[in-house]
Nanobody, 122 residues
Framework: HVQLVESGGGSVQAGGSLRLSCVAS????????MGWFRQAPGKEREWVGS????????SYTDSVKGRFTISQDNAKNTLYLQMNSLKPQDTAMYYC????????????????WGQGTQVTVS
């Protein structure tokens, strides 16, 4: 079993930046594809972006391209989401996810999910 814990959320002004972290623990001996999702009140969960098992593929939803960047530190079992030029529409609870399959991440079918961290942009 893999446990995921997000942190780094908060309240920022439009145009500001935040960096979210997701620390994995438990069975971290295998490489997993990792991704970020977000959900605003009254809206469905939205895929934000993902990175493949070996970092050879990254992908983002159109609304965050050029503003958000996913990176990872495998030695620390940590996934990051750097968010720049934040907009009010980015306000949501942000979740990280892990799965052996990159495709399953994008489809929202990841086996493992974190508890979320709140991002508020005003």
């Amino acid at each position: 079993h893999v446990q995921l814990v997000e942190s780094g959320g908060g309240s920022v002004q439009a145009g500001g930046s935040l960096r979210l972290s997701c620390v994995a623990s438990g069975d971290t001996y295998n490489r997993y594809s990792m991704g970020w999702f977000r959900q605003a009140p009254g809206k469905e969960r939205e895929w934000v972006g993902s990175v493949s098992n070996y970092g050879d593929r990254t992908s983002y939803t159109d609304s965050v391209k050029g503003r958000f960047t996913i990176s990872q530190d495998n030695a620390k079992n940590t996934l990051y989401l750097q968010m720049n030029s934040l907009k009010p529409q980015d306000t949501a609870m942000y979740y990280c996810a892990a799965d052996p399959s990159f495709a399953k991440i994008v489809l929202g079918r990841a086996n493992y999910w974190g508890q979320g961290t709140q991002v508020t942009v005003s």
